[in-house]
């Protein structure tokens, strides 16, 4: 049996529309069940339903400071469509850390940095200002901290003298799309485990390949 994905969006829903066509492979673990969105115009909704994908529409605004009350009509979405995993997509809304502590496994999301470097809002700005030669993004398990917990599978991009934040933005989201789905998958497969604050990959062998920026000659 596949297992049941809702996807949480607040906007355009570029990582959610990468979910979505992987989970049309025929042998891919999971199904994307639900998109839900805290913004009734968020165009990933849009995308989502040109997909086939059931949506919904939980308004955050109305709840203001309340965040165990909005969590509570998202739980009963949950339950209701028989939700077993969630995968947040640019969902610009923090939880609990009673909630984030009950899905806590079953949970990911996704940063467009090399965690734990460059944490929070601007990251891509973080990276250039810290010159570095690397960056990349990563999947990670949701725990009550921003941008925390256990590590389950980054991708790495070289960074360019010439970049701007818009164009290592560019070129760190094709890698997103490539590693998101990934993740997922060895999630709903049963192929990942978390053993304190580290996730380990069963299966997964000695890497021999590497990426050195900048190139040398």
């Given at each position: 049996?596949?297992?049941?994905?809702?996807?949480?969006?607040?906007?355009?829903?570029?990582?959610?529309?990468?979910?979505?066509?992987?989970?049309?492979?025929?042998?891919?673990?999971?199904?994307?069940?639900?998109?839900?969105?805290?913004?009734?115009?968020?165009?990933?909704?849009?995308?989502?339903?040109?997909?086939?994908?059931?949506?919904?529409?939980?308004?955050?605004?109305?709840?203001?400071?309340?965040?165990?009350?909005?969590?509570?009509?998202?739980?009963?979405?949950?339950?209701?469509?028989?939700?077993?995993?969630?995968?947040?997509?640019?969902?610009?809304?923090l939880?609990?850390?009673?909630?984030?502590?009950?899905?806590?496994?079953?949970?990911?999301?996704?940063?467009?940095?090399?965690?734990?470097?460059?944490?929070?809002?601007?990251p891509?700005?973080?990276?250039?200002?810290?010159?570095?030669?690397?960056?990349?993004?990563?999947?990670?398990?949701?725990?009550?901290?921003?941008?925390?917990?256990?590590?389950?599978?980054?991708?790495?991009?070289?960074?360019?003298?010439?970049?701007?934040?818009?164009?290592?933005?560019?070129?760190?989201?094709?890698?997103?799309?490539r590693?998101?789905?990934?993740?997922?998958?060895?999630?709903?497969?049963?192929?990942?485990?978390?053993?304190?604050?580290?996730?380990?990959?069963?299966?997964?062998?000695?890497?021999?390949?590497?990426?050195?920026?900048?190139?040398?000659?």
């Open positions: 049996m596949k297992r049941r994905v809702a996807i949480l969006i607040s906007g355009r829903g570029s990582n959610m529309s990468a979910l979505i066509k992987a989970a049309t492979a025929p042998d891919f673990p999971a199904e994307i069940s639900l998109v839900i969105s805290n913004k009734a115009d968020a165009f990933g909704l849009e995308r989502a339903k040109a997909a086939g994908v059931t949506t919904l529409v939980i308004e955050s605004k109305p709840f203001g400071k309340d965040r165990a009350g909005f969590e509570k009509v998202l739980q009963d979405a949950l339950d209701q469509h028989g939700i077993e995993l969630i995968c947040l997509g640019g969902f610009m809304r939880f609990t850390a009673e909630f984030a502590r009950a899905w806590y496994g079953r949970m990911l999301n996704i940063h467009p940095s090399l965690l734990p470097s460059f944490p929070g809002l601007d891509h700005g973080q990276a250039l200002r810290a010159g570095v030669k690397l960056s990349g993004a990563t999947v990670h398990f949701v725990i009550p901290e921003t941008d925390a917990g256990p590590i389950v599978m980054q991708g790495a991009v070289p960074v360019s003298d010439h970049d701007t934040a818009e164009t290592l933005s560019e070129r760190i989201l094709e890698v997103e799309h590693i998101y789905p990934a993740a997922l998958s060895l999630l709903a497969n049963g192929k990942v485990k978390i053993e304190g604050d580290v996730c380990t990959t069963a299966g997964s062998g000695s890497l021999e390949n590497y990426l050195v920026s900048p190139v040398l000659s």
